[in-house]
């Protein structure tokens, strides 16, 4: 509830989606009919910071709590504002001192830190209510989905959900958006399977290097040129596919090596900080190469990217290299 809301709030962090939704959630709480009066929207990258505490200081008028969100406050952290404003840092430090206790301010900025040098930021740690929105990832990032999907009356396997995560990526706002247009094909109470998923949704460009390494690992050369060939045709950039590339081969190699030493799936995911489920097929890719021809794969895609960078080989030619080589070590 609005009435129960501390007098100063702070959100910040890179998961925007996240931080929109809460915004949401707080206007929701605000009565439809006090709205008009009792909520007010302001982007301090348009006005000036002084206004806003004006505004937070000026009582409402029918009654009831008002509702202030400052938005872009860029002055809590390193980042320069979009546009230049005269902030009037120190009229929000005194505000600080004697809130209006009947409106809840809160300010947003779309930053991984704040910059606790400034005098106005360890104020802020004393006396306000401070909430950082990092991006998710691994489990949590797997329950945010599912969640998603009950939240629109449809079922998914998890196995299906994890799939889903590899095809579109931990974009939040991008997997919501396809978790909706899943759910409207399904309809309420339906099923989302691998199937609909692959009719539905275009694969991005890091779930088409998985499919390209497994299929490297398959010893499938031919569908290693088709995807190849689409991923260019696409204008994808080599440089991006062969950085995926060698973080793909660091998981297999990695995941090789700790497997010999008789770790499970879940201990080495825990391990390299990724979900277990791809843990589960990179041990099965790997049992294709042998430890050495990993390591091998590894340092040639080092090694193709050191050249790329020094101009020693042109970046196509750089990467269809490694995928002569690797069918030829592997044949």
């Known amino acids: 509830m609005i009435e129960k809301m501390p007098a100063v709030s702070l959100y910040y962090g890179v998961e925007s989606f996240l931080m929109e939704e809460a915004c949401n959630q707080l206007r929701s709480q605000v009565p439809e009919e006090e709205r008009d009066w009792n909520l007010l929207i302001l982007d301090l990258d348009d006005i000036p910071l002084e206004q806003v505490i004006q505004e937070a200081e000026t009582p409402s008028f029918f009654g009831g709590k008002r509702l202030i969100l400052a938005k872009n406050a860029a002055f809590f952290t390193t980042a320069k ?3 230049e404003q005269n902030h009037n840092i120190d009229a929000l430090l005194a505000y600080l001192l004697r809130p209006s206790e009947g ?3 809160v300010f947003t900025v779309v930053n991984e830190k704040l910059d606790k040098r400034k005098k106005l930021v360890k104020q802020m740690e004393k006396v306000a209510s401070i909430t950082k929105f990092d991006m998710l990832k691994g489990q949590a990032l797997l329950k945010w989905v599912e969640n998603r999907f009950r939240c629109y009356e449809v079922k998914i396997k998890r196995e299906v959900c994890i799939h889903f995560i590899q095809v579109v990526g931990n974009d939040l706002r991008l997997l919501d958006q396809e978790c909706r247009k899943l759910a409207n094909y399904v309809g309420e109470k339906g099923t989302v399977t691998e199937e609909i998923i692959a009719q539905l949704i275009p694969r991005t460009l890091e779930s088409n290097v998985f499919q390209l390494t497994e299929k490297l690992a398959e010893k499938k050369i031919a569908d290693v040129w088709q995807i190849w060939e689409d991923l260019l045709t696409q204008k994808e950039e080599p440089i991006r596919i062969l950085a995926l590339m060698t973080r793909q081969f660091r998981i ?12 499970g799936a879940s201990e080495i995911a825990k391990m390299l900080g990724v979900h277990p489920y791809p843990i589960k097929l990179a ?13 091998k794969c590894l340092a040639m895609a080092i090694t193709a990217d050191q050249d790329i960078k020094s101009g020693k080989i042109e ?5 269809e290299q490694i995928f002569m080589e690797i069918h030829r070590i592997t044949a």
């Open 81 to 83: 504002p979009k546009r």
């Open 103 to 105: 409106t809840a301010l």
């Open 252 to 263: 297999l190699y990695q995941t090789k090596v700790l497997s010999a030493r008789g770790m």
């Open 283 to 295: 041990v099965s890719h790997s049992s294709a190469f042998s430890e050495k021809q990993l390591k």
């Open 315 to 319: 970046k196509v030619q750089a990467v």
